[in-house]
């Protein structure tokens, strides 16, 4: 694992989609005429997933061809495990990740983050006919960047809601943390290394409910069998979870930050963002966005 708190060990690479990246070994700043390499991992729906041909789909596929094209750079997206992705950017075997990193102070520490191009929040989805589907405090929105005696006070009814009851999570992902930090003792935890073998738990009721990201949560629930499930409780976001989704960089690549946050920039303000979020996420993703 990377770094503690990090999507870490959660999704595993695909055979044969991992690409050696001789070339880029050793390059501390790409110049201006070379290849941007953009690591992602292709396992991650709706933001980025691997397609039968072994092609790149999803929002920041889309979306990096488009920033790509406003910064005058020809880019490839590669797909790579999580765990060697930060260790392959500050190498310089990478350029740039992709892959909803969401802004963390612990992140922050060690990669430099560009201009958020979407803000999503953490939701509990559990079955329609789960006593969980009446968690108090519905759509209301958590900000754990905010802390204070309001706060406190739904956390405390997301608690007793949620007593007793078995929580799958994502294995060392961002929602992991928040739940061995607020809840404590109070819920009993299940790990998952995909996200697919959560979600079929969850379908066939071997676990109470799940807390994932709204933006995977919303394409889910408008499948077939993703109809089975409804979103429940508070819609939350900050501290552990982070603070939107961004382009990670190596610190001193500045200029290169610089570029990309620009046309992050000119694509807020022309709805290019809130165009591929309706697309892929089935919502506005757009930070600022009003939902």
Partial sequence: ??????????????????LVLGSCQGSS?????????????????????TRPDGSLAGFEPDYLRVLCARIHRRCRMVAMDWDGMVGALLTGKIDVI???????????????????????????????GSPLA?????????????RGPALDA?????RNGLAGKVIGVELSGAFDTFLNQSL???VSIRYYRTMGERDLDLLNGRIDATLEDESYLHPLLATRDGAALVLAGPRMIG????RGEALAFRPKDN????????????????GTVRRLGLQWFRMDASPGAAR
């Fill in 154 to 158: 739904k956390i405390a009814h997301l």
């Fill in 239 to 242: 501290g552990t979870m982070g």
């Fill in 255 to 270: 200029a290169l930050r610089a570029q990309f946050n620009d046309a992050i920039g000119a694509t807020l303000a022309d």
């Fill in 29 to 49: 700043a790409p110049n201006a005429h070379d290849e941007l390499v953009i690591g992602t991992e292709g396992l991650y729906p709706p933001w980025n997933f």
């Fill in 134 to 146: 009446a968690l108090p405090d519905g759509g209301a929105r958590l900000d754990f960047d905010h």
């Fill in 184 to 186: 404590g003792s109070a």
């Fill in 98 to 128: 992709a892959d909803a990193v969401q802004i963390t102070p612990e992140r922050s520490g060690v990669l430099a983050f560009g201009r958020p191009y979407a803000l999503t929040t953490g939701v509990i989805a559990t079955l329609r």
């Fill in 1 to 18: 694992m990377a770094f503690s708190g990090m999507r870490a060990i959660a999704r595993f690479l695909a055979p044969g989609l991992l």
